[in-house]
């Protein structure tokens, strides 16, 4: 049996690829087959191959099916800028039917663990007046939230959560991802948390000085999402 989820942060820069490749290398451990896609993704160098994206790479090296770069990213630009405005000033458009079109070949490729991951947080514009979460919305998947814990997370967290509601889709689980070990209180703000998402933390990643796809594996348990034994766990 195959399962896809869309990842999204509660903001840019809270480790939405690190946590993704954790939550892929946990499922390879587990014996699953795995595939991600990033749809789209800014801030790419240009190499001989053409652009290429860290986050897409990371994710690339994390699947054990023989995807190529373009599956994994198909819109990719070089400015380090939000996707929507990178891809106006590439003469590009932006529209969910493409993306979607993209997410569906890799989908097709039936992975028993797929990952979707999105830019930036839930609304992140694309082109004309269409979002970022018209993605998952239009492919039904199931989100998993990245929370970065610092100060002011709560609010972010439940923010998003609400809006993934409001989209009409299922927050399948989320990811305390600790940027700021020196959180005041960071063990009730991560109570507070688990009693107001709606959805099983799948982990607790700390402040790692390598925070590699394996190490990151360690701290996530998968089986909460229904696709594994518990053999890999907190």
């Known amino acids: 049996m195959s399962a896809a989820f869309f990842v999204t942060g509660t903001d840019t820069d809270v480790g939405k690829t690190t946590i993704a490749a954790g939550l892929l290398r946990a499922a390879r451990l587990a014996g699953l087959s795995t595939a991600a896609v990033k749809p789209v993704a800014s801030g790419c160098e240009a190499g001989v191959d053409g652009l290429r994206n860290s986050d897409a ?40 039917a493409a993306l979607a079109t993209a997410v569906q070949a890799v989908l097709a490729q039936q992975a028993d663990f797929t990952l979707v991951e999105g830019a930036g947080g839930w609304r992140v514009p694309l082109g004309g007046q269409a979002t970022l979460a018209d993605l998952p919305v239009a492919l039904d998947l ?10 002011g997370c709560i609010n972010h967290a439940l923010l998003t959560a609400e809006a993934i509601a409001r989209d009409g889709l299922r927050l399948a689980g989320w990811v305390a991802n600790v940027l700021d070990p020196q959180t005041s209180r960071l063990d009730d703000n991560l109570r507070t948390l688990t009693e107001r998402l709606a959805a099983p933390c799948l982990g607790r990643v700390p402040r790692l000085e390598q925070a590699g796809a394996a190490a990151v594996a360690r701290h996530l348990d998968i089986s909460l999402l229904g696709l594994a034994p518990a053999s890999i766990g907190l």
Do not use: M, Q, T, W
Not at 142 to 151: A, H, K, N, Q, Y
């Open 142 to 151: 199931p989100v998993i939230l990245v929370v970065g814990v610092r100060l």
């Open 57 to 96: 790479l990371a994710l690339l090296a994390e699947c054990s099916l023989p995807l190529s770069y373009a599956e994994v990213n198909p819109f990719a630009f070089a400015p380090a800028i939000a996707p929507h405005l990178a891809a106006r000033e590439a003469g590009v458009e932006l529209k969910v």
